[in-house]
């Protein structure tokens, strides 16, 4: 069935074999899925080498496909569309509707595969030492290298379709490992929140498919010739005002509300924290720098469609800024209150994801996809880094204010590590989270939303003080409890004693070598972690200072790589050019070796420098961008595959602003952490028992604003108990009732006619009327008799009666 | 028009051949004896592959005989014999109140035979068309039926887990 | 050849088989009973497949041999776990769900 519709995509563009082929991605962990599940408990490793050899593979092949787009861009015309690598195979057809599985490679995607396959490899090297003798083991890699197939799956998508899969997959894995030591009851708890929650958001991903299919495909069938799932069709076919508004909005909105959920933006935001009672490494690669942002690249994948359905660069505030607005700061408060350093860098995270989307939502999609980018390294880096303490120091405990504290001493790469990451998170300027960051709320402002610009700067004033907090309480003061070398026995540390049981149980049934060696970890007291665990970390941190230089904009334009690299250019362009249609009944195939031209007149565009109100017309007609007008007026003769974004000029002065707003965050966190924590301070501590609006805020915080409350006790009490409730009530009264109750309440009316008409009527009369009454509910009450065959009768004989009167009306 | 139609082979031999599975038919759902009825639904299920050729559809027959004679009436005298039904007259394979059929099986017929009468009164069926080659037929089931097709064979699978699963000794 | 005569034939099938259903006590005789029903159908579709000149009514009566197989397959399993917990396939004393 496999019809292969290869086709070179250009004469011009140069392209490879690992671009050609980037579909095969996917396919090694999923192969390495296979072989774990099958064969891994009989692996001299337990099945983890072939995790992190596919994972390595699919490393190889993403550098390739991205070293080759590199090259494929450079040869290029500057500014010049750049048609991505399609290849589709007809996955499964039925009766008009085919579908077709692929690969749609571009700039986002190569981004986006090399991101998930380095940092699943890395992690994969960690969770070796990091699980050491956990007894799921072999079930752990492979979970994780399903995760690392679906998400690669979903990255290389060619359709919506394909796109779903592997974001359904990805939800599975996390449930999964969320729930991998599902024998605590608050794991298996966070598993299902996070599934359901997820799910809740996954119902707008299907309705907004679905909608955009019916509303796309006869457009993009008659004039591309691809269907209406494919990521091509919908990007070119939401700009060219085909689109009826009600169709794309609506279709948008359904989209969106999935990216809530899988992005944890608010108000689906409550599952992520709670994910992190999964294993550390799977906090690192799934909810924090790979999986979570599904949501995010699902809006930059299919921009177009939001840029157009939710009116973005349109006069006011969309949906998607203000959702993102929201996240940012109601995360970084969370943040605050969290005595676990878990739940701060996964507040911190949904913080993060929050600026991405009000990135997407405010026009700035390269800054966003390029947060997508730095925040992969650093955040990855951060959770790695709480696992290595917990895993070498703090004996398995992540709570921050008990079990930690002057770790800088005995973990000294990990303490850099961490500092390096946590300046790049805050944005300080060269890491990589300041060229990411600051670039997202500049393009913010520029484009006009001064509101979401100031909410992003809080933001950041927001992150510097509670990673400060976090990394003073950790890393600085004195060592308390488990990092001063406290052998805790008991079971109790809250939700995250799971942990600590967990490494008991397993070092109990995994022999004596296992447990002699957790006994050194006691003993020794806090030292710094193996090198399977410091190695990660250092190439992270590397990485988290250095990746921000591939789109340095303070530099000059010559070094926005990234942005040459990754952005699409919003080009009116041929339609032939991206027409290849999907495998189909008789492989038609439109003259995909035309290539791409751009449609004359189109040249009359180039040069025209954005409209900068700053002095700098040097820089913006140095960026030499095509202003087109894709995504404001219909294009005639061709397609639009991108809406035309401005860019803000960078500018010392702004940087500079947030920079200071950043030091005053870090600044005034470390001196109220030395006063409540160090001198312990009388007029601080306590502060939020004694002054009650403080207090309240405080508690406000602690309970995440009550949305856990509104949405078990409130949502779900009054949508599901009504529901059984009403189940139960039907069962009760209208079913049993319907049989027994006509006899019974036939009895009822009976006596009651013997009561009280009796006086009045002949004797006989009424006693025969209460008797066939009573017959009547004893003829009917046979009709409940459990038998099988009676049904049947019944069912026959009703379908003939209906059937029969049916007839009769007829002729 | 009939009359002529009647002395057509096609006819007769349909005739006959129906007036054997209506009264197979029959005693299946009559005899008193378990065997016997699976016999006697060997008997139906031939008819009807025999019916199928009339209509011009061989490898749908030869199927019917494989799967339903073969394999099918294997597996219910098999059914037959672990639950260790008495090989013999049995009195009580019926119902207590069986009557309640007779009703309904005439209603029922009777509503089918107005409506059948009524909407196809006397089309006729093509008599010179072709016999459909296992090739087209291959074409439909592989090509638009493949959708229903997966779905198939996700259901056979489902029935040979639920079947072990149900019937081992555990 | 009538198209009526294949589907009047179907239809005193499928009451036979109706009959058998609601008349069998014994649960053997009532699959029995079912595959005369899914016969009647397919004598059905493939009337009126030869009647429309096309394929898609044979495709389906194989799709319906195949369920029939299935069904046969499963349903003779439960007879036996019935058994096996019983000592009786009679469907008669299958009534805990008597009102």
């Not at chain 1, 396919?27 to 296979?34: D, G, K, R």
Request: charged share 15%.
């Amino acid at each position: 069935m496999l019809a292969a519709a290869t086709e070179m995509t250009e004469t011009v563009l140069s392209s490879g074999w690992f671009l050609e082929n980037a579909w095969i991605i996917p396919i090694i962990p999923a192969i390495s899925f296979a072989l774990i599940i099958f064969f891994g408990k009989r692996m001299p490793k337990k099945g983890s080498e072939f995790g992190v050899a596919s994972m390595l593979g699919a490393l190889v092949f993403s550098a390739g496909a991205a070293y080759q787009w590199i090259q494929r861009v450079n040869g290029a015309e500057e500014g010049a569309y750049i048609a991505p690598i399609v290849k589709t195979w007809t996955w499964w057809q039925n009766d008009g509707v085919s579908l077709g599985i692929g690969q749609h490679v571009d700039g986002l995607t190569v981004t986006i595969l090399l991101v998930v396959a380095f940092i699943s490899s890395l992690v994969q090297i960690y969770s070796l030492e990091y699980l050491r003798g956990d007894r799921r083991y072999t079930h752990f890699f492979a979970s994780l290298t399903l995760f690392s197939a679906g998400m690669l799956n979903m990255v290389v998508a060619e359709n919506m379709i394909q796109l779903i899969l592997g974001w359904e997959i990805m939800g599975l894995c996390s449930f999964m490992l969320i729930g991998h030591w599902w024998e605590e009851g608050a794991n298996s708890r966070a598993a299902l929140k996070a599934f359901f929650t997820t799910r809740t958001g996954d119902i707008g991903l299907l309705t907004g498919t679905a909608v955009l299919y019916f509303a796309a495909n006869e457009w993009t069938t008659k004039t591309l010739g691809v269907s209406g799932f494919s990521i091509r069709g919908l990007s070119s076919w939401a700009l060219s005002g085909d689109p009826s508004s009600a169709a794309i909005t609506v279709g948008a909105v359904a989209l969106f509300i999935a990216a809530i959920g899988k992005s944890g933006q608010f108000p689906l935001h409550t599952w992520l924290p709670d994910a992190m009672a999964g294993p550390t490494p799977v906090s690192s690669l799934l909810h924090s720098s790979t999986m979570v942002v599904a949501g995010v690249f699902l809006v930059a994948r299919v921009y177009p469609v939001f840029f157009e359905g939710l009116n973005i660069l349109g006069s006011g505030a969309n949906f998607i800024v203000i959702i993102g607005g929201i996240t940012i700061v109601i995360a970084a408060l969370l943040a605050f209150v969290q005595t676990d350093i878990k739940k701060v860098l996964a507040y911190s995270t949904v913080s993060q994801l929050g600026y991405m989307m009000m990135g997407l939502g405010a026009g700035a999609w390269l800054p966003a996809v390029f947060h997508i980018f730095t925040h992969a390294f650093f955040k990855a880096c951060l959770f790695l880094g709480a696992g290595s303490i917990s895993h070498s120091s703090s004996h398995h405990s992540f709570e921050m204010k008990k079990d930690m504290g002057g770790l800088r001493k005995f973990m000294p790469i990990t303490f850099t590590t961490w500092i390096i990451s946590t300046l790049a998170l805050c944005g300080v300027f060269p890491f990589s989270g300041f060229f990411s960051k600051d670039e997202i709320i500049d393009n913010v402002g520029y484009a006009g939303y001064n509101v979401f610009m100031i909410v992003g700067l809080a933001g950041a004033f927001l992150t510097a003080a509670y990673m400060t907090r976090a990394t003073y309480l950790t890393f600085f003061g004195s060592p308390r409890g488990a990092s001063a070398g406290e052998h805790h026995e008991e079971e109790g540390h809250g939700a995250h004693a799971s942990h600590d049981d967990h490494a008991h149980d397993s070092h109990d049934t995994h022999g004596h070598d296992a447990h002699a060696s957790h006994d050194d970890h006691a003993s020794h007291g806090p030292h710094e972690s193996g090198w399977l665990i410091t190695a990660p970390l250092i190439i992270l941190a590397t990485l988290a200072l250095s990746s921000g230089f591939l789109n340095a904009a303070p530099f000059g334009h010559s070094w926005e790589n990234f942005k040459k690299w990754v952005e699409p250019s919003a080009e009116v362009i041929n339609p032939t050019g991206i027409a290849y249609v999907t495998g189909g009944a008789g492989e038609a195939r439109i003259s995909s070796d035309e290539p791409t031209e751009p449609v004359e007149g189109e040249e009359a565009h180039s040069g025209a420098p954005l409209a900068a109100a700053s002095g700098e017309e040097d820089h913006s007609s140095e960026e030499g961008h095509h202003k087109s007008d894709c995504g404001t007026k219909t294009p005639v003769d061709g397609v639009c595959v991108a809406p035309q974004l401005n860019h803000a000029p960078f500018k010392w002065s702004k940087a500079g602003l947030s920079m200071l707003i950043v030091f005053a965050g870090m600044l005034s966190s470390w001196i109220l952490c030395v006063q409540l924590y160090e001198r312990k301070n009388k007029k601080l501590v306590g502060l939020t028992q004694r002054n009650k609006a403080l207090g309240a805020g405080y508690k406000f915080l602690v309970n995440k604003y009550y949305l856990d409350a509104l949405y078990e006790n409130v949502i779900v009490r009054s949508i599901a108990h009504p529901i059984a409730r009403g189940a139960y009530w039907i069962n009760q009264n209208i079913l049993d009732g319907i049989v027994n109750g006509a006899g019974t309440s036939a009895k009822t009316v009976a006596g009651w006619v013997y009561r009280n008409v009796d006086q009045k009527l002949v004797d006989g009369a009424v006693n025969s009327s209460g008797n066939a009454a009573q017959a009547a509910g004893g003829a009917l009450q046979p009709v409940q008799s459990g038998k099988v065959n009676m049904y049947g009768a019944l069912l026959f004989g009703a379908a003939a009666i209906g059937a029969l009167i049916l007839v009769i009306i007829n002729t | 028009m009939i009359a002529a139609d009647l002395l057509v082979a096609q006819n007769i031999g349909f005739a006959i051949i129906a007036a054997i599975m209506v009264i197979g038919a029959l005693r299946v759902v009559t005899t008193s004896n378990v065997v016997h009825a699976a016999l006697w639904l060997v008997v139906v299920l031939a008819g009807a592959a025999a019916q199928y050729v009339l209509l011009a559809a061989e490898f749908v027959a030869i199927t019917q005989v494989l799967v339903y004679i073969g394999a099918v009436m294997v597996l219910f005298l098999f059914g037959t014999m672990l639950t260790r039904a008495r090989i013999g007259v049995e009195t009580d394979l019926n119902n207590k109140n069986w009557f309640m059929g007779v009703p309904v099986a005439v209603l029922l017929f009777a509503t089918l035979a107005i409506a059948l009468n009524d909407g196809f009164g006397d089309q006729r069926l093509p008599s010179d068309s072709p016999v459909v080659s296992t090739q087209q037929l291959s074409d439909q089931i592989f090509g638009p039926y493949l959708l229903p097709f997966w779905a198939l064979s996700f259901v056979l699978l489902a029935a040979v887990i639920g079947a072990i699963v149900l019937s081992r000794r555990d | 050849m009538l198209l009526n005569q294949f589907l009047i034939l179907g239809a005193v099938l499928f009451c036979i088989g109706v009959y058998g259903v609601i008349a069998r006590k014994n649960a053997v005789m009532v699959l029995m009973s079912i595959e005369l029903i899914l016969n009647s159908v397919n004598i059905n579709l493939l009337a009126f497949s030869l009647r429309n000149g096309s394929v898609d009514g044979h495709t389906f009566a194989l799709y319906v041999i195949a369920v029939a197989a299935a069904e046969v397959g499963v349903g003779l399993a439960m007879v036996l776990l019935m058994y096996r917990n019983r000592r009786s396939i009679g469907l008669d004393e299958l009534s805990e769900m008597k009102g």
